[in-house]
């Protein structure tokens, strides 16, 4: 099945040269059947290019998922245009009454600040608190992650010494769990990031529990409730060339920053990239829907509690 998405949405076209089969919200409506309502709060900067990252990983289901785009309205967009986010974003209070099979909230540039001194503090963790009666499961990516597991379980963030900047090797602690369907035995994940959470600060706290880890990256999913909440620290979902344009532009700014590890061919930016995790991102997010939504949501969502 496709993905309903709201129409004229950018990523529509940008998916569909890549023969991802997506439909707007016109076509939809003539399809009888119950789609999947997924929420997503975008709080990365470059919204058009996280929401076409996401929608393609979402896209991998014979699942008919309906995307809705939230934001919050203590913040404003600088590198957004206000009309994309006047066509298809709403402000949490107007879905607070709603009810979703799955949300997704992903990270955001503010990882280097304390946690309560961001800006949006206060909406961000009413919308945590809303998301635990109102989704059936909830995806938390890398910032939104650290944010999850402080606000809901005090664990707390540290910051690094330098930037967790590349691909890094994974394993899963429990081969068996329905997130871990087809994977291999070893999987890489992107990561960028300036802050960790701990191993230890985690399994002291019996309601988390730790899925997967990394010997260079560290922790990389934990799970609560069951597989309700989910708090992935890296980023399956980023494309080919996020990193290589994350690299180019703290190059450009006189930022330090080293080469992004086990990324390009020979770790040499001259010989291209070399991709290795896509397979692994779109099993993670096929299961997550499959397993976690699909599989756990009621049909009539307003039983959602």
């Known amino acids: 099945m496709p993905l309903n998405l709201p129409d004229k949405l950018p ?11 997506v439909i707007d919200n016109s076509r939809a409506t003539q399809q009888d059947i119950r789609p999947l309502r997924i929420a997503i709060l ?26 809705s785009f939230m934001k919050i309205k203590s913040h404003t967009s600088k590198n957004t245009p206000i ?6 974003y709403t402000d949490f209070e107007k879905m607070r009454n709603e009810k979703y099979d799955g949300m997704i ?15 949006y503090w206060n909406e961000l963790t009413d919308i ?25 379980y005090g664990v707390p963030k540290h910051a690094l010494k330098e930037k967790m900047f590349g691909v890094f090797e994974h394993r899963s602690l429990s081969p068996l769990h329905p997130i871990f369907r087809g994977f291999d035995d070893s999987f890489y994940v992107p990561h960028s990031r300036h802050t960790e ?18 010997e260079d990256a560290g922790v990389y999913m934990v799970m609560a409730r069951g597989g309700r909440d989910f708090y992935v620290t890296g980023h399956s979902e980023y494309s080919p060339l996020t990193l290589d344009k994350e690299y180019k532009r703290d190059l450009g700014k006189g930022l330090p920053i ?9 770790n040499n930016p001259e010989e291209g990239v070399c991709v290795r995790w896509r397979a692994h991102a779109n099993l993670l997010f096929s299961n997550w829907l499959n397993y976690f939504v699909y599989q756990e949501t009621p049909y009539n969502i307003e039983d959602i509690k």
């Open 83 to 88: 009309e994309h986010m006047k066509a298809f």
């Open 197 to 214: 959470v701990r191993k230890e600060d985690i399994v002291k706290i019996p309601e988390l529990t730790l899925l997967s880890e990394s």
């Open 42 to 67: 975008n709080l990365m900067p470059l919204k058009i290019t996280t929401e076409t990252d996401l929608i393609r990983l979402l896209s991998n289901t014979p699942l008919q998922v309906e995307i």
């Open 128 to 152: 945590f608190d809303w998301s635990r009666t109102h989704v059936t499961s909830t995806l938390y990516i890398c910032w939104a992650a650290y944010a999850g597991l402080y606000y809901h």
């Open 11 to 21: 990523a529509i076209e940008l998916l569909k040269e890549e023969n991802i089969f």
């Open 258 to 266: 080293h080469v992004p590890q086990n990324y390009y061919m020979n």
């Open 105 to 119: 909230i992903t990270g955001a540039p503010v990882e280097q600040i304390d946690f309560e001194e961001v800006t």
